[in-house]
Every structure is written in C-alpha cells, then in structure tokens.
C-alpha cells in the first residue's frame, strides 16, 4: 500500500475541487485534470481506499438558500 502523505498534483488538484464543491461530476473533474472519467473515478476511489477521503459533508450558506 502506498503512504497516504504522498500524493502528486493531480490528487492534490482534486482534492481542492472536492473541496470547494463536494457535488462537483467526475466529469467536470476530469476536465479540470485533463484526464479520462474513468482515470479520475479511479484516483476518486484511491484516495478512498487510502483513508485520505473519509466522507462527503454539504455545507451551504444560509444566506444563499434564503433563510
């Protein structure tokens, strides 16, 4: 297995995209990494697996939904 603390830009560059928008498709990260679907759900489901990802939380901006 290899060491959770080492992640390259890619893995990084997702990680900041979930981030600020945990709703974010596969597909417009993908985009953003300039790869395949298929190669981000991977690096996804890595980064799971790894325990770098634990889960996903909605917070949203009282404000923005009109409360």
Do not use: Q
């Amino acid at each position: 297995m290899m060491d959770s603390t080492k992640l390259d830009n890619k893995d990084r560059r997702m990680l900041v995209a979930l981030d600020n928008d945990a709703t974010i498709s596969l597909n417009n990260i993908a985009s953003m990494l300039n790869t395949t679907k298929e190669v981000a759900a991977y690096r996804l489901k890595r980064l799971e697996e790894r325990g770098i990802i634990t889960n996903y939380i909605g917070i949203y901006h009282l404000a923005k939904v009109g409360l």
